[in-house]
């Protein structure tokens, strides 16, 4: 790392501690000097420092190790409330005067010390002559002072609120400190003595260079953010930027965003309203009328059978249906009626028609398209929910959209339908290679299905379609031919996405739809 | 849609004239010429030659087996049909089939012929074993209108009666078991008797089929006798018939039989049906029989439905080669469908078949020219404003099912026997999980959030879709609305979050609301409003109540809100 990008990546506190050394780069600072200089708290000095010394830009000059001899909680409360030995002087001293006896019990008692405390004190009390041991375990004071009560209350005057160096007291003392110092084992005890490190600090090579070029840098003050302050003053100029690593992963955000699949659906929704289709909608609930009889599916068609379509619960019966389509839809069924053809040949059950069932499939929105006097010419598409009654597996779903329309007009025939079948392979696939083979839909004659060369698909079905049958568009009072078109776009759906289980288009995992980019 | 089993070298000896050799077809011929029958190459094995072929048409059950594949490729290579005799040279006195009276209103109709010349090959019996049960199945309506019976003819003396017996009255050995049994004891206990006796449920008398000596042929349409009704191969007398209760299914049926057997070089000798009542058809009948009739159309029907000028001899040539009879007289054709069909219902058929024949490619397509305007409903403009709005607001889109369960959309929200609880439910459930459309957003949002703890918090997320309003006033006793749904999940989640976000929806739609508190069992209560615009309750915004999201395990507090879009949409 060369010089400047060492400097960059310094934190302020580590500038403050080399910008100290600028004046003198070679000077050799002790680490209360240092403290004094920068005027930091301890703890902000000593990590600098540690930062200081492992990037090597800091060394040790010298390491001195001094004791400190300091109060300890006791010895504060010693200095408070006299000392064990001091207390057990005074109180035999109480009783000389009064000419009471009295037994280490009664000091025990009446100074409240621990028996440890109290034995300690009459033994160091009895070595130095102060105290006597009669009979019956009464003590008595011999009238001389102790040199140890009184040596340990001039150091607890001394050291009150200030540790000093052991080494500045004279030898005596010395011995009283370290008798009387907390040691392993012996907590209890009035003085602490600590070893204190001091350090001489002083550059190294590179920390000179460092510490010429800041101060070469000048001595603006290094912010990290911009504030408005800053701004209003102008005092911006004088500040230098902390720089950051730009090469730290981003912090992850959610964004707000639509749902791939949902995307997918929109750019074929524009597709189509660009080719000049009007969107149509329907309800989710229909009549067997709309979602099978307009569609000359007879009512004895195997795909009607309980086991294709789901069946409303309650109520079990759209309370009627739009004359005259019922009666015409009913008579195209039977013989017909004025359609030119020969009907179905059976009876037509008009209860049947109003019973309810989930739309099954999106040409029932068509239907009541036809029958509402749509535009001639005219395009429709729908994006409709349909269900099926079909175990869910990872190519069934019970719940599914169907992309689907008509096309009405005096031009349509065999060749337009054909013809809007390349457009839709062209704009929809994006397929230049088209395949129409026969194919058959209850509803609609000729019927044809649209296979495309998809560019990463290869062959696939891109949909059906078909003119539909006279007897569907003039009981429904539609005189022009009517195209019926429908696209099957989950594949390129699940390709886009990149999924190959069609439940995923419905998925539940949050994770997988916020991860998920959506083709565009 | 019928999915069949053929051989390829089955299918090569049947594309040959009778006697001649075998005609080998490659696999690129075969798919293009299945365009002819609407069918579809699903699997194939090349060691085998076992081919899986999906037919399309469910008007055409004469092309559901591998003669009438066949004789489709056929006629279209010759140009024309075949001549089958038995339609015209009938028997000076043909064999006999008496039906008993009675039976009109049981099982009214049945059809027969007899089929010799043909030693039955292990294929040709697969064959023949396949179309009947894809045509008793799915033509027949799993045997209802149509049932079909083959059985070996030496067995069996003529006259037979189709006959009217109590279920007790007749026994026999059924196919399947090694005991005599009665009528009634078959459809206690055998597999079709159980499968498929609820065709006769009601009747006190069975229909059965038995011939000059007594003998039992068949329980019609149940089961055949393991006597007389089983073939096998090396046979080469065969009796076939057809029951039903559709004449003209009835023997349309036996006329794809009798063709299938013809084409497979078998003499068919008609049979002639006595009934002791009337018919569409008379009270005898010989069966095979040409039902079709003759229909005429301009030709410049057929010109204006398919876009392109042919001229009458250029329709006239594409249907023959399909298999029709046509005459043409200036600019009309009269088609006659082959014996085989059935199903030429409009003119528009027809259209098709010439289609078909002449082969989809030799059509060019052109653009429809006339001039449309494209545009969205309103609701869906309306519906992608508010998802744009929300994508704005820092929102994911979900997508959900609408088909749910019950326990989610009412029950885990606390919404048993409450009006915001009733829902459209579905009669024929297949799986709980399925049975209910949604009657609000909300659960749907849950469902993403239950599942999703382990996604990064804040979970903001919305979708805007139909929801089902059970509504006894409308006539389809419920309503389809497009809502928008908006949730908000994380420890922190507040009302007034979600308030924020609704308060910026209304504002950017141009619409005011005011919220007023109201009780509401999915939320907490005293931090639920519904939201009120222009007089009207329009949805709902709150706290999700803890025992909800307990329900849905969800373990950081939610607020959500609902929308109905569609009321906004009537409005503007």
């Known amino acids: 790392m060369n010089i400047s990008s060492l400097i960059d990546s310094l934190h302020p506190l580590e500038v403050k501690v080399l910008s100290t050394f600028a004046a003198n780069p070679s000077a050799i600072l002790q680490t209360e000097q240092l403290a004094q200089s920068t005027g930091l708290e301890p703890s902000q000095l000593s990590m600098a420092v540690e930062w200081l010394l492992a990037k090597s830009l800091l060394a040790v000059d010298t390491e001195t190790v001094t004791s400190i001899v300091s109060l300890t909680k006791i010895g504060e409360l010693y200095f408070e409330k006299y000392s064990p030995i001091e207390r057990v002087l005074s109180a035999a001293r109480d009783a000389a005067k009064t000419g009471k006896r009295l037994t280490i019990q009664d000091i025990q008692s009446r100074e409240g010390l621990e028996p440890a405390e109290v034995s300690g004190a009459i033994g160091r009390l009895k070595k130095e002559g102060a105290l006597l041991i009669i009979q019956g375990g009464c003590i008595e004071s011999t009238g001389r002072s102790s040199q140890t009560a009184e040596a340990i209350r001039g150091l607890l005057q001394q050291l009150h609120g200030t540790p000093r160096g052991l080494q500045a007291f004279p030898e005596a003392q010395r011995q009283v400190i370290q008798d009387h110092a907390v040691k392993r084992g012996n907590a209890r005890e009035p003085f602490r003595i600590d070893d204190r490190v001091a350090r001489a600090l002083k550059l190294s090579v590179t920390g000179i260079e460092a510490a010429q070029q800041l101060s070469r840098q000048g001595t603006a003050e290094e912010v990290s953010q911009l504030t408005p302050e800053l701004l209003k003053d102008g005092s911006w100029r004088a500040k230098r930027f902390r720089k950051y690593t730009i090469s730290l992963r981003a912090p992850r955000i959610a964004p707000g965003k639509r749902h791939p699949y949902r995307e997918f659906l929109d750019a074929v929704k524009t597709k189509l309203v660009s080719m000049g289709f009007q969107e149509m909608r329907g309800a989710l609930v229909e009549t067997e009328f709309w979602n099978m009889d307009a569609l000359f599916m007879p009512q004895f068609h195997p795909a009607r059978d309980i086991h294709d379509v789901y069946f409303v619960k309650e109520p079990t019966h759209a309370s009627s249906i739009a004359e005259p389509y019922l009666s015409q839809v009913a008579q195209a069924h039977r013989n017909g009626g004025g359609t030119g053809s020969t009907g179905w040949n059976y009876p037509f059950d008009a209860e049947r028609a109003r019973r309810l069932v989930l739309r099954s499939q999106g040409t029932a929105v068509s239907a009541h398209t036809l029958a509402a006097q749509p535009a001639v010419p005219g395009k429709y598409f729908s994006i409709a929910r349909c269900f099926r009654y079909d175990q869910v597996d990872a190519t069934h779903a019970t719940d599914f959209f169907q992309v689907e329309g008509i096309v009405l007009g005096e031009d349509i025939n065999f060749r337009t339908l054909l013809g809007l079948l390349n457009l839709f392979a062209r704009e929809v696939a994006q397929a230049k290679e088209v395949k129409f083979l026969p194919a058959y839909f209850p509803f609609t004659e000729p019927s044809v299905e649209l296979h495309v060369r998809h560019p990463k698909l290869g062959w696939m079905e891109l949909g059906g379609a078909g003119l539909f049958r006279p007897e569907v568009t003039l009981p429904l009072g539609v005189t022009v031919p009517v195209i019926a078109w429908g696209l099957g776009l989950d594949r390129m759906a699940m390709v886009a996405l990149g999924i190959h289980d069609i439940r995923e288009l419905f998925t539940d995992n949050l994770d997988l739809i916020r991860s998920t980019r959506g083709a565009y | ?572």
Not at chain 2, 43 to 58: A, C
Not at chain 2, 428 to 436: D, E
């Open chain 2, 1 to 572: 849609m019928p999915t069949i089993t053929i051989f390829k070298q089955d299918l090569e000896g049947l594309l040959a004239a009778p006697g001649e050799a075998p005609q080998p077809i490659t696999m690129e011929q075969l798919e293009e010429s299945l365009m002819l029958v609407k069918g579809e190459l699903k699997e194939q094995n090349s060691d085998t030659g076992e081919l899986r072929i999906e037919l399309q048409d469910s008007n055409r059950p004469d092309l559901w087996c591998c003669e009438g594949i066949a004789r489709q490729i056929r006629v279209k290579r010759r140009g024309a049909l075949a001549k089958y005799d038995f339609l015209t040279t009938r028997p000076k006195s043909p064999k006999q089939l008496n039906v008993a009276p009675g039976l009109e209103k049981v099982r009214p109709y049945v059809a027969a012929c007899t089929a010799t010349g043909y030693r039955v090959t292990q294929e040709g019996l697969a064959q023949l074993i396949q179309t009947q049960e894809k045509l008793a199945e799915m033509f027949g309506r799993k045997r209802r209108t149509v049932s079909i019976g083959l059985y070996r003819l030496a067995a069996i003396e003529f006259p037979v009666t189709y006959d009217l017996v109590k279920p007790d009255e007749v026994t026999f050995t059924p196919l399947g078991m090694d005991t005599v049994m009665t009528l009634g004891e078959m459809l206690l206990v055998h597999p079709k008797g159980l499968e498929f006796g609820g065709i006769l449920a009601g009747h006190d008398h069975l229909p059965v089929l038995r011939d000059a000596k007594r003998q039992v042929l068949s329980f019609p349409p149940i089961i055949n006798s393991r006597e007389i009704g089983e073939v096998r191969v090396g046979d080469d007398a065969l009796f076939i018939e057809v029951t039903g209760s559709d004449l003209s299914m009835v023997v349309l049926t036996l006329n794809i039989f009798a063709a299938n057997l013809a084409d497979r070089d078998a003499v068919i000798e008609p049979i002639e049906i006595r009934y002791p009542y009337k018919t569409a058809l008379g009270m005898a009948i010989m069966t095979p029989q040409d039902l079709g009739k003759s229909r005429k159309l301009p030709v410049s029907t057929i010109e204006q439905a398919l876009g392109q000028s042919l001229g009458a001899q250029e329709v006239a040539k594409a249907l023959t080669a399909y298999g029709y009879e046509v005459m043409t007289k200036s600019k009309n054709v009269t088609v006659r469908l082959p014996f085989y069909r059935q199903d030429l219902m409009h003119a528009m058929d027809v259209v098709e078949d010439v289609a078909i024949s002449r082969g989809y490619g030799d059509f060019l397509p052109v653009m429809p020219s006339q001039f449309t305007v494209g545009g969205l409903s309103r609701i869906e403009e309306v519906s992608d404003r508010a998802r744009t709005l929300m994508v704005g607001m820092g929102f994911q889109e979900i997508i959900s099912n609408i088909l749910g369960s019950p326990k989610d959309l009412r029950d885990a929200m606390r919404l048993e026997g409450t009006e915001w609880g009733q829902l459209v439910e579905v009669d024929n459930v297949m799986s709980q999980n399925f049975s209910a459309l949604r009657q609000w957003m909300l659960p749907s949002l849950l469902r993403v959030e239950a599942a999703s703890n382990r996604a990064f918090y804040p979970h903001r997320i919305f979708e805007a879709g139909e929801v089902a309003r059970h509504d006894l006033t409308q006539p389809l006793g419920s309503r389809t609305v497009t809502v928008l749904g908006g949730m908000i999940a994380h420890v922190d989640a507040h009302f007034s979050e979600a308030h924020s976000c609704l308060d910026t929806l209304f504002y950017y739609v141009s619409q005011t609301y005011s919220l007023e508190p109201i009780q509401h069992p999915s939320f907490l209560a005293g931090r639920v409003g519904s939201i009120v615009s222009e007089g009207k309750q329009i949805g709902v915004i709150g706290e999700l109540h803890p025992e909800v999201l307990e329900r849905w395990q969800i373990s950081v507090p939610a607020v959500a809100f609902e929308v109905d879009l569609t009321e906004l949409a009537e409005r503007s």
